[in-house]
């Protein structure tokens, strides 16, 4: 033996890749013997700044700035670049300041209403034409007078229905509830007239209370307010489950 001494060095370094662009940061592994030109193209897909528009500055393992890359003949392994070294992308393309992204910079068509209600080829008009949503004179006034009958339907049945009254709830797609009804009127809620149920078992969604006001006094999950129309008054007594007996 000579005595002399080999030194391999590894042909790939992995590292951490940021960019002013985002605050995500990859790891990646890269040949020692690509250019810096190849290098940066290889950052492209990685953080989507162009190669042409990228400063590279080099950062130690403990993030302790080292040098710039700066020369795109020069390859990557004759830089200082060590395994968990950091290579930060400046974006000089004007992304990372907002250019492309910031839509308060985007100049806005703007145009008055008077103007917009002339133009012939606007949605406003093709409604019109059409005789869509509210352009529908008809449909609008057969639903308006649709909800003022069942609003006069519902005052009527709230009016019938008294605090004290054992009833039995049906609402469409829920199972049938009996209990005593609490509270009969309009809320701040909701529009309309509504009845404040306390149930017999636990299947309400309150305690007679709707946004920190009570309208009525029970147990959590006993209360819940539901429309008149829904509620049927009657005798209900309460279910006996035998739980007093032996």
Known sequence: MD???TVITNPTVSVRVTSTVSDFEANRRFNRGITIAEFKSKLELIVGTPA?????ELFSTSD???QKLDNNEALLGSYHVDDDCRIHVTDCSGTQSGEFTDLSKVEKFEISDEAYEKRADSIRNFKKNMKLGRFNEENRAKQEEALAKKEEEEKAAAESIAVGNRCKVQVPG???KIGTVMFVGTVDFKPG???GVKYDEPLGKNDGSVNGKHYFKCEPNYGAF???LSVTVGDFPEEDYGLDEM
């Open 174 to 176: 829920q199972p049938t």
């Open 193 to 195: 007239y509504w009845v």
């Open 3 to 5: 005595g002399s001494v």
């Open 64 to 66: 302790k700035f080292l």
């Open 52 to 56: 042409a528009f990228m400063d590279l």
């Open 226 to 228: 539901v429309k008149p």
